[in-house]
């Protein structure tokens, strides 16, 4: 009988196991939290598509009525990576609350677009800002964490780039190239290049970021 019950065991601890691979990415919401956007691509460079959730806090208590009298969803968002596995998916990493509410008030200006690119088995968190520019933060899977391993910004006004900047952190340098001819409409960009080394003790973690608007980039 007791051979009979540890068969038993094994059989259903094997079907837990096999349900829990077999996951789909949606499954692996926190409780608390909704669906914002899903992304897919190759992220441990071992062929398969992983997935990237953006995920959205649930609480009544962050809908508010903004200046303009409208009732607007503030709760920040958050981001998983789950790897793919021959049966489902594995948690990779995650980051709860890390991206402010798509609906923050921008002031004079409309807040930046957030959305998640993979590139060259990198996972590139971007803002765009319309006509403004944009920037964008990589990172590269290394030592079981997502790690920041460049930064880049164009500052612009419409079409002209004013001033670009691009900092390696692996290299530890910084690239800005400044528009000299900004003011001139209609003129050919011209760009002055200076290259700086960059002080920097360990490569940031995606899972230690609190807000990415509090991120100083220009501080390197």
């Known amino acids: 009988m007791g051979k009979y019950l540890i068969i038993m065991i094994f059989m259903i601890l094997g079907t837990i196991k096999s349900r829990a691979q077999n996951k789909r990415p949606s499954d692996?919401?926190?409780?608390?939290?909704?669906?914002?956007?899903?992304?897919?691509?190759?992220?441990?460079?071992?062929?398969k598509q992983d997935c990237v959730l953006?995920?959205?806090?649930?609480?009544?208590?962050?809908?508010?009525?903004?200046?303009?009298?409208?009732?607007?969803?503030?709760?920040r968002r958050g981001i998983m990576v789950l790897f793919k596995k021959?049966?489902?998916?594995?948690?990779?990493?995650v980051n709860y609350d890390c991206f402010s509410s798509e609906n923050e008030d921008g002031g004079v200006y409309f807040p930046p677009e957030l959305w998640v690119e993979v590139e060259k088995g990198n996972l590139v968190v971007h803002y765009g800002?319309?006509?403004?520019?944009?920037?964008?933060?990589?990172?590269?899977?290394?030592?079981?964490?997502?790690k920041l391993i460049g930064y880049f910004s164009s500052n612009n006004y419409g079409p002209v780039v004013n001033r670009e900047t691009s900092i390696n952190f692996l290299t530890k340098e910084k690239l800005i190239k400044e528009n000299i001819n900004e003011n001139d409409d209609g003129g050919d960009e011209i760009f002055k290049e200076t290259l700086e080394e960059i002080e920097i003790e360990k490569l940031?973690?995606?899972?230690?970021?609190?807000?990415?608007?509090?991120?100083?980039?220009?501080?390197?």
């Open 86 to 93: 021959n049966k489902g998916y594995k948690i990779a990493e």
């Open 204 to 220: 940031l973690k995606l899972s230690e970021i609190k807000d990415f608007d509090e991120l100083d980039m220009y501080s390197y």
């Open 54 to 75: 953006i995920i959205k806090k649930i609480d009544h208590d962050n809908i508010v009525v903004d200046r303009f009298d409208k009732k607007v969803d503030r709760n």
């Open 129 to 146: 800002h319309g006509r403004y520019g944009f920037w964008r933060y990589i990172f590269e899977f290394q030592d079981s964490n997502f």
């Open 28 to 47: 692996f919401l926190p409780q608390g939290y909704l669906l914002f956007e899903e992304y897919y691509g190759d992220l441990n460079k071992d062929g």
